[in-house]
């Protein structure tokens, strides 16, 4: 279960991430490979994250996990 605490780290992680960011985590491609899914990326998250592979969206799901981590000063 997500608690409201979780849901904010997650908002604040998601907002907080550059592009390489995710091209470290391989979420997208890098350079102008990425160039489209960047763009989707900051124009609808939401449908960008529901549009993912399953082990895209489990890498990004990963690199939010580090980005809260790292916001919160914890590992989890």
């Known amino acids: 279960m997500i608690t409201g605490t979780d849901l904010l780290q997650i908002s604040l992680a998601r907002v907080n991430m550059d592009r390489t960011d995710l091209e470290s985590a391989g979420v997208i491609e890098r350079g102008e490979a990425g160039d489209k899914a960047w763009s989707n990326f ?13 082990w895209r969206r489990a890498a990004l799901a990963e690199a939010i996990r580090e980005q809260a981590n790292r916001q919160d000063g914890t590992s989890h």
């Open 42 to 54: 900051g124009r609808d998250m939401d449908t960008f994250i529901l549009k993912l592979p399953d």
